[in-house]
């Protein structure tokens, strides 16, 4: 089945300890990107990656690293988690690396720092 | 710069009236591509439609239906006979690829609810 996973789906962690975040797609998409949900703000775009070993930030980039070695992986990383980073997060891909294509988006990580 | 404004917070109907949801973008790129996506109360995210800044045609898909006016920078959505079903967010989003490299820009999204 084509999809997009992320892990882990819950997570409830604290100040400080780095957590990562991993993202994993089997469509062989070379286009992948994280965002973070928060009440009345939307999703807003962390970072995206072009394709392996090409990434770039996003419009809140802050607080966040990412790396993509693999066309398949792509993991966020919060090196010092702060309770401002508390958030709904999806990672998504697209087929190719066009704006003309739709996304593919994962089921969602809850995320509470406390 | 990009941005997507969905000006309405939250909106509640009774099941079969008819809805539309704003979304009012801005862009400076000529090239740029309009999305909806739907995203139920279960929370993932589906795509519901793509449409490219060239294409100003009006699309309908069963009750759902799409007006595109680059005149008024807006891409809006109509449900007609809305069901219980179509309780969700909605977000419109932008892309536009001016440098070779893109982002994508979503609005804060809408929130309907339909009441049986």
């Known amino acids: 089945e084509a999809q997009v996973t992320q892990n882990p789906r819950y997570l409830i962690t604290v100040t400080g300890k780095k957590l990562t975040v991993t993202c994993s797609q089997n469509m062989n998409h070379e286009y992948m990107s994280w965002y973070r949900q928060d009440p009345g703000l939307g999703l807003r775009q962390i970072y995206y990656?072009?394709?392996?070993?090409?990434?770039d930030k996003g419009d809140v980039p802050e607080g966040y690293k990412v790396s993509r070695k693999e066309k398949r992986n792509f993991p966020l990383i919060l090196e010092s988690p702060s309770p401002n980073q508390t958030s709904l997060y999806f990672c998504?891909?697209?087929?190719?690396?066009?704006?003309?294509?739709?996304?593919?988006f994962g089921p969602g990580t809850r995320l509470t720092v406390l | 710069a990009q941005k997507v404004t969905q000006a309405q917070t939250e909106i509640s109907v009774v099941e079969k009236e008819d809805v539309t949801l704003d979304c009012v973008y801005e862009?400076?790129?000529?090239?740029?591509?309009l999305f909806w996506y739907k995203q139920p109360p279960s929370g993932e995210l589906v795509f519901l439609i793509r449409r490219n800044s060239f294409d100003e045609q009006n699309e309908i898909s069963g009750r759902y239906s799409w007006n595109f006016q680059k005149s008024t920078s807006s891409f809006n959505f109509t449900i007609t006979a809305s069901q219980v079903v179509d309780s969700a967010v909605y977000f419109c989003?932008?892309?536009?690829?001016?440098?070779?490299?893109?982002?994508?820009?979503f609005g804060t999204g809408t929130r309907l609810k339909v009441l049986a």
């Open positions: 862009t400076r790129d000529t090239t740029y591509y």
């Open positions: 998504a891909s697209t087929k190719t690396a066009r704006p003309s294509n739709e996304q593919f």
């Open positions: 990656s072009m394709n392996v070993e090409v990434t």
């Open positions: 989003a932008l892309s536009e690829a001016a440098t070779g490299t893109y982002k994508y820009i």
